[in-house]
């Protein structure tokens, strides 16, 4: 799946002459500081309103469009209150007018770890466990294309890393866009890293073992201090 | 101390304080009853007070369910068409603006004298706040969860009916508790203007003769009727929102 363009929000320019090549077969992480059109790109390729002006292109392997096979997944969990988890975890079908195909939403809510609390209601979950949760309603969706747009950001240090472990294991046979502003979560669940700042988007270049990195390893430790240094280059 | 005892504590101050106001200013009887005289009056008219109360209360259920009806029917349809929404809202708002008090003698002259010109008035009170906050909870869905529906290629149909109007319930909630406030309001505006039956015509007979006792009987039992509705209508809210728990 590739992108090329532009885009502007009235006449500002968010971003220019871009061109993004994912992972044909597993994660491309999106790193950058806030503000300069990551989350917008993940919307132009999910299809989802942006409010500005895109000139360009937005091309699949297959040549078919991603709308229709794509599950999202945000920095909220997005969880509706009033289902509980296993309402949650099956809302696509609904959604859609199908029958929900109640056994596998089971299996998924099994799989992430939830299987005591699949009644429970979103307040009655902690924030990792409702990403527990929303993480299963991705799955659940069973699509291609994944985008996560900072699903991990708000967790504490040790659900996030549970969360990314998890994630990175069950999504192994989609293609998935991570967006995220963290260069360690980038260092251990990208295969393919791209940087995009105020100067535009560049590859960059991987040099050690294929995700999932271990976080206490001394390569991905080193990756994510190239990364670090890469994001604090203010561009002129 | 648990929450009856203070209420036992807060109405006993009440009475006390007014008891006090009667014995120390020495006013008769036909200007301000004391708390004993209206007990008194409420215990010995018992049975004509009833007979209006029920009237009252009629009238005031009838139009809080035709009047939540009809609100939460308009904010559905406003909220779907946005051509309604541009037409009509203008409208809405410009009738609130005439007070229905002034309205109340041409809805009994085209309703009669029945109970059917209060439910009119009642319905036409609440029927204001329930659109509005019905309508606003159902155009405020987080924009969050219409992403996810939209990724999820959710039908209309099946956001409206998943996502906003269970999104919305909080408000819809809050605008019935209003409602039931409104409610009586508009019943016993409804019975001033023209009624044969209700409390408020049994206030204004009491009044007109003097009997101040009764029409604080009257008074009386319909503030408590609100209260027990107020309270009727904030459970049935309780339970719509109850997966609203505390956030972890």
């Known amino acids: ?236 | 101390m648990s929450r009856a005892i203070w209420m036992c504590l807060s109405v006993s101050f009440a009475l006390g304080m007014w008891q006090a106001i009667v014995t120390l200013t020495g006013v008769p009887h036909f200007i301000l009853p004391s708390p004993m005289r209206v007990a008194q009056a409420l215990v010995y008219s018992r049975e004509l007070i009833a007979e209006h109360a029920i009237i009252t209360f009629a009238e005031v259920l009838s139009g809080l369910v035709i009047g939540a009806v009809l609100g939460a029917v308009t904010a559905l349809y406003l909220m779907v068409s946005a051509t309604a929404r541009r037409l009509i809202m203008p409208i809405l708002v410009f009738t609130q603006a005439v007070p229905v008090f002034a309205l109340a003698p041409v809805l009994t002259l085209w309703f009669g004298y029945g109970i059917w010109s209060k439910v009119v008035v009642t319905v036409l009170i609440i029927y204001f706040p329930v659109a509005s906050t019905f309508l606003d909870g159902l155009m405020r869905t987080s924009s969050g969860y219409l992403d996810l529906a939209q990724v999820m290629r959710a039908k209309p149909s099946q956001t409206l009916l998943r996502i906003r109007i269970p999104s919305a319930l909080p408000s819809f909630g809050s605008g019935l508790k209003l409602a039931a406030v409104y409610a009586p309001i508009g019943a016993v505006i409804g019975e001033w203007v023209g009624a044969s039956g209700g409390l408020g015509y049994l206030m204004l007979l009491a009044n007109g003769r003097a009997k101040i006792d009764l029409m604080f009987a009257a008074l009386i039992t319909l503030a408590v009727f609100t209260i027990a509705l107020h309270a009727v209508v904030s459970k049935i809210e309780a339970y719509i929102v109850r997966w609203k728990g505390e956030s972890v």
């Open chain 1, 1 to 236: 799946m590739r992108i090329s363009g532009s885009f502007k929000i009235d006449e500002d320019w968010l971003f220019r002459d871009i061109d993004l090549t994912l992972h044909p077969a597993g994660w491309t992480c999106l790193l950058g500081p806030s503000g300069v059109g990551k989350t917008t790109l993940l919307r132009l390729l999910a299809g989802l309103e942006t409010y500005g002006k895109f000139e360009g292109t937005i091309i699949t392997d297959d040549g078919q469009p991603v709308v229709g096979r794509a599950a999202y997944m945000a920095q909220q969990d997005l969880l509706m209150p009033w289902l509980d988890v296993l309402g949650n975890v099956t809302l696509g079908a609904r959604l859609r007018g199908e029958k929900a195909d109640m056994a596998r939403a089971r299996e998924l809510i099994v799989r992430v770890g939830l299987d005591q609390h699949i009644h429970k209601h979103p307040s009655e979950l902690s924030g990792g466990m409702r990403q527990r949760a929303a993480l299963a309603r991705t799955l659940m969706e069973d699509c291609p294309f994944v985008f996560l747009d900072e699903p991990f950001s708000a967790l504490d240090a040790r659900t996030r890393a549970e969360m990314q472990e998890l994630a990175f294991e069950l999504l192994s046979y989609q293609n998935v866009l991570l967006v995220t502003h963290d260069p360690g979560e980038a260092a251990r669940v990208g295969h393919k890293i791209v940087i995009l700042d105020e100067a535009g988007l560049q590859d960059f270049p991987i040099s050690c073992a294929e995700p999932l990195r271990p976080s206490d390893a001394a390569n991905s430790f080193k990756l994510q201090t190239q990364l670090l240094s890469a994001l604090r280059v203010v561009p002129t």
